[in-house]
């Protein structure tokens, strides 16, 4: 079974680049799963960041073109998450996520908040 578990600085100011990591054991990120960047408002529903696939596709969601980046270590197992110029609306849980269809995991999420 796969598992996530993502890391990164709970308080960033604004104006800066959040950067979160997820690290992944029990499966290969090079391998059948594609990995995802979700995150969690307050008060709203969940929000599709990113996805980075097994072959190393990545692509973002409209909302966050532009100030967004993914990236991957295949040494290390772990893929990574930059969001640059934070404002106070990039308060969120951030998750990252694992699928293959019917196979769908998630880390436990890590809660960011932007505030000077």
């Known amino acids: 079974q796969v598992q996530l578990q993502e890391s990164g600085p709970g308080l960033v100011k604004p104006s800066q680049t959040l950067s979160l990591t997820c690290s992944v054991s029990?499966?290969?990120?090079?391998?059948?799963?594609?990995w995802f960047w979700i995150r969690q408002s307050p008060g709203k529903g969940l929000e599709w960041i990113g996805i980075?696939?097994?072959?190393?596709?990545?692509d973002f969601s409209p909302v966050f073109k532009g100030r967004t980046s993914i990236s991957r270590d295949t040494f290390k197992n772990q893929f990574t998450l930059q969001l640059s110029s934070v404002t106070p609306e990039d308060t969120a849980v951030y998750y990252c996520?694992?699928?293959?269809?019917?196979?769908?995991?998630w880390g436990q999420g890590t809660q960011v908040t932007v505030s000077s």
């Open positions: 029990g499966g290969s990120i090079t391998t059948t799963y594609s």
């Open positions: 980075l696939t097994d072959s190393g596709y990545i």
């Open positions: 996520n694992a699928n293959a269809g019917l196979r769908d995991y």
